[in-house]
Antibody, heavy 114, light 109 residues
Framework: EVQLVESGGDLVQPGGSLRLSCSASAFTFSDAWMHWVRQAPGKGLEWVGRIKRKRDGGTTDYAAPVRGRFTISRDDSENLLFLQMNSLKTEDTAVYYC?????WGQGTLVTVSS | QSALTQPPSASGSPGQSVTISCTGTSSDVGGYNYVSWHQQHPGKAPKVMIYDVNKRPSGVPDRFSGSKSGNTASLTVSGLQADDEAVYYCSSHAGSNALFGGGTTLTVL
């Protein structure tokens, strides 16, 4: 059974940093384009960014609200996806999900508040 | 880029079929065969029901089907069941970006 398990969510002050992880299993992680998507409380889904598989260049793309502050990386040897979040703002408060084309994780909550 | 456009609500009786639309532009929905549909029950993580316009992940019943014409994609749910009541989001690849629709709340009457 395919599993995506996010971790690392926490309460952090504005201006702070946080690193989220996503552990993948039961599919060929190195072949997958991986995405981060977030959902603010009571709101819809918002695409955060993605990282392509290495044979497609392994490059990253980001949504405008997070570009320059968030960085996505991957470790194909450990089937891990990461989201480094810097200069956090209150509007970054959301549940963060890692996803592939066909699967979602259960999400991890990030709360940015003083 | 703006979000994809979905109707805020849709409804149908058990056993009926309902179709939800998702309208974008030639730069997203119309330009790529990478449209997905996601089901979300209250308090739960989303679940992919359709990807690449019309493919179903393992375990998704064939009552769910997807299609696309021009800049509009559609999700059809046939043989409505009570558990189909949820919010449905479409998403599309959009070049160096990806977009979601605002979500459609499907009510089973």
């Amino acid at each position: 059974e395919v599993q995506l398990v996010e971790s690392g969510g926490d309460l952090v002050q504005p201006g702070g940093s946080l690193r989220l992880s996503c552990s993948a299993s039961a599919f060929t992680f190195s072949d997958a384009w991986m995405h981060w998507v977030r959902q603010a409380p009571g709101k819809g889904l918002e695409w955060v960014g993605r990282i392509k598989r290495k044979r497609d260049g392994g490059t990253t793309d980001y949504a405008a609200p997070v570009r320059g502050r968030f960085t996505i990386s991957r470790d194909d040897s450990e089937n891990l996806l990461f989201l480094q979040m810097n200069s956090l703002k209150t509007e970054d408060t959301a549940v963060y999900y890692c996803t592939t084309d066909a699967y979602w994780g259960q999400g991890t909550l990030v709360t940015v508040s003083s | 880029q703006s979000a994809l456009t979905q109707p805020p609500s849709a409804s149908g009786s058990p056993g009926q079929s309902v179709t939800i639309s998702c309208t974008g532009t030639s730069s997203d929905v119309g330009g790529y065969n990478y449209v997905s549909w996601h089901q979300q029950h209250p308090g739960k993580a989303p679940k992919v029901m359709i990807y690449d316009v019309n493919k179903r992940p393992s375990g998704v019943p064939d009552r769910f089907s997807g299609s696309k014409s021009g800049n509009t994609a559609s999700l059809t749910v046939s043989g409505l069941q009570a558990d189909d009541e949820a919010v449905y989001y479409c998403s599309s690849h959009a070049g160096s970006n990806a977009l979601f629709g605002g979500g459609t709340t499907l009510t089973v009457l």
